[in-house]
């Protein structure tokens, strides 16, 4: 059992410290929340989660790991009493994960935790974002790094687009923004539930983002998903997404994008019912399943060239 009491690592795996193909990286950050609280537990209990989860993928045909190394990160902890000072060390730790060969998978925490994780890759990237919030408010109560704005500040950061899906909870300051920036990209979710022209809007959404040129950082927020299946998150919205829109859009993204980071946010741990970390479980363990997937095709294809 480790220092956070957790007896094993993701997916109840053996933990992989050398060289590891992927890397599942616990942020507890939780400053800036403005309704629901309790994310800072949210990494913990979807590891925990994920335990119960079945390591087989349909994509990769066989069962996580498959003879790939995973490596659960220890829980980042800070002594920084400041948001700034917080913020700037994900912003390293990002950083540091960005140079290693591991591809990360930062699980949250507040969605805060988004912007200095594009400040730490320093790369022109694109942001593509499940969300039930537009996330681009200039501040929140005067605070411009709140979990409110953490898309206005990813490409403050430097994401040169952002490409969003599921949003139906918005100020007119973002609306109003997202009429006039070029830059982003937003799908409704009002549009994609249409009686008639929904699955044209959800269709064009898969071909938009499968032309996507350039790094790119993928962010669930799960209350992008509707309230019924994460009704613990921070800020739960009806009329969201469904568990099988997010996976189309993780195997959209790594079937023909150059995928360089994930995040899964916003996970409250539910009391009665462990739906709410479960579901974000299943999303990290599609994320991993299709980048193994996309690892194996890489190798084939080498080794047929040679």
């Not at 700037?88 to 990002?94: G, N, P, S, Y």
């Amino acid at each position: 059992m480790d220092e956070d009491g957790l007896q094993s690592g993701f997916l109840g795996l053996q933990n992989e410290d050398d060289n590891p193909d992927i890397a599942i990286i616990p942020v507890p950050y939780e400053l800036t929340t403005s309704y629901g609280h309790g994310t800072i537990n949210g990494p913990k209990s979807c590891i925990e989660a994920s335990w119960q989860v079945e390591l087989f993928d349909d994509k990769l045909e066989d069962e996580i790991p498959a003879g790939f190394k995973i490596h659960t990160a220890p829980f980042w902890e800070t002594d920084k009493g400041t948001l700034a000072g917080q913020l700037d060390e994900i912003a390293q730790l990002a950083k540091d994960w960005h140079q290693d060969n591991a591809f990360p998978i930062f699980i949250g925490g507040e969605h805060g935790i988004l912007p200095p994780i594009i400040r730490g890759f320093g790369d022109d990237i694109t942001v593509i974002q499940i969300d039930a919030h537009a996330d681009l408010r200039s501040q929140l109560d005067g605070e411009k790094y709140s979990h409110a704005c953490a898309a206005a500040r990813a490409m403050d950061e430097g994401a040169v687009a952002l490409f969003q899906a599921g949003i139906r909870a918005y100020s007119k300051e973002e609306f109003e923004r997202i009429k006039k920036d070029e830059n982003i990209h937003t799908w409704f979710a009002r549009d994609i539930f249409h009686h008639t022209e929904g699955s044209k809007h959800w269709n064009n959404w898969l071909e938009s983002i499968a032309l996507i040129r350039g790094p790119v950082h993928l962010s669930i927020d799960i209350d992008g998903l509707d309230g019924s299946l994460v009704p613990a998150t921070g800020t739960p919205v009806p009329g969201g997404i469904t568990y099988w829109h997010a996976v189309q859009t993780i195997e959209t993204a790594f079937e023909n994008l150059n995928v360089v980071s994930a995040d899964v946010n916003e996970i409250v741990p539910q009391r009665d019912t462990p739906l709410t970390q479960f579901t974000a479980a299943m999303l990290v363990t599609k994320i991993i399943g299709c980048k193994l997937n996309q690892l194996r095709n890489s190798i084939e294809s080498s080794n047929n060239q040679t």
